[in-house]
Each structure stands twice: as structure tokens, then as C-alpha cells.
């Protein structure tokens, strides 16, 4: 089963201590997601998941276009299933699985200020809770999901000479591990 997560990312800030060789940029980082979990054998509609998301980062600078970031994020994942087929006339069901997740993206900055950057790279995520919902899954689902994360973003210089920063970013996640325990299926 596969984990498909579009993270929006509202809020993030951070200290600029500049856009040099080695420079750091510390930040934190709140945001809203938008999930589903797929399968190819899936037969069951379901639709996104809204949820949270929030952490720290730290990005270190190679170049003034080049950056390793790190961060350490919690995120919510799941999907609303309407009906289990058209005979079933159950209301809709959430499941809402809970992250922490480690993730390590290269940055590539550009434009005329190096404001706008392109990421991509790993996650690791380590399960915190899992609900159907008022019952507990937890023990249905893997304690790890590993996948792949890419976006897009932006930042905002608070004023002329601050250290401090805004940024927007827009991330997909693609989970590319089966998260579901005793799956043979799939």
C-alpha cells in the first residue's frame, strides 16, 4: 500500500544567518496536508485526508544555490473511506495515522536573490498513533514508512539586513513502502 501526501506548508520561519558557504538557516515550520492511501489493488473510494503538520529544520549552505536541509516534522497521514461498496450504507470512516518523520533534502536555490529553491530527497517516518475512527490500529500498521519528497518554495526577507525569514513552500510525499502489516496481497 502506498502513501500519497500533499503537504502545504502555511507557515514556516526561520533565522538567516546568510547564504554563504557554510552558513545555517534554523527554522520552524507549521503547515496543513491533504493525504490518501493507495493501493493498485485498491477497490475502495476513498478521498483525501485533512491534517497537520509542523517541525524544525536546519539547511546547510554548500554555495550560495546549494543546501542540504534536515528536519524533524509531525505530520498526519490517512484517507475517508465514503462506503465500502454500493450496498454498504455505513457513514464515512477516517483513518488517521500520526509521524514523526526525518527527512533529508538537497536544496537548489535560483532566481535573481537565490529566494526561490526546488527540493528533493528521502523521509523516514516512525508511526506515533494509528485510529479508524474512535478505535485504535495501531498494531495493523508498520512502525516505519519510507518514501520520497519533492517541492517548491519560496522565501521572504522580513526586512532589509534581518536575519529572520519567511518562507511558503508546497511538498509532496510519496510513500513507496507498504505501511499495512501482514499484507499478502500486495
Avoid at 526561520?14 to 538557516?25: H, K, M, P, R, S
Avoid at 527540493?119 to 519510507?146: C, H, T
Wanted: hydrophobic share 40%; with cysteine.
Amino acid at each position: 500500500m502506498k502513501k500519497l501526501t500533499y503537504l502545504f506548508i502555511l507557515l514556516a520561519s526561520g533565522t538567516c544567518l546568510g547564504q554563504q558557504a557554510g552558513d545555517i538557516e534554523i527554522g520552524i515550520f507549521a503547515g496543513i496536508s491533504a493525504s490518501n492511501i493507495v493501493s493498485a489493488q485498491d477497490l475502495i473510494d476513498s478521498r483525501l485526508r485533512p491534517g497537520v503538520n509542523g517541525g524544525v529544520s536546519a539547511d546547510y549552505y554548500f554555495s550560495e544555490a546549494v543546501s542540504l536541509e534536515a528536519e524533524v516534522y509531525f505530520n498526519q497521514n490517512g484517507r475517508v473511506i465514503d462506503k465500502l461498496s454500493s450496498d454498504d450504507g455505513r457513514a464515512a470512516r477516517t483513518l488517521s495515522l500520526h509521524y514523526i518523520t526525518l527527512a533529508a533534502l538537497p536544496n537548489y536555490h535560483f532566481g535573481q536573490e537565490y529566494n526561490w529553491y526546488v527540493m528533493a530527497g528521502p523521509y523516514i517516518s516512525f508511526l506515533a498513533g494509528a485510529n479508524q475512527g474512535r478505535s485504535s490500529v495501531k498494531n495493523e500498521i508498520k512502525n516505519n514508512d519510507v518514501g520520497l519528497t519533492g517541492g517548491l518554495g519560496y522565501e521572504f526577507s522580513l526586512s532589509e539586513g534581518s536575519s529572520t525569514g519567511f518562507f511558503v513552500e508546497l511538498v509532496h510525499q510519496l510513500g513507496i513502502s507498504n505501511i499495512i502489516k501482514d499484507n499478502v496481497n500486495e
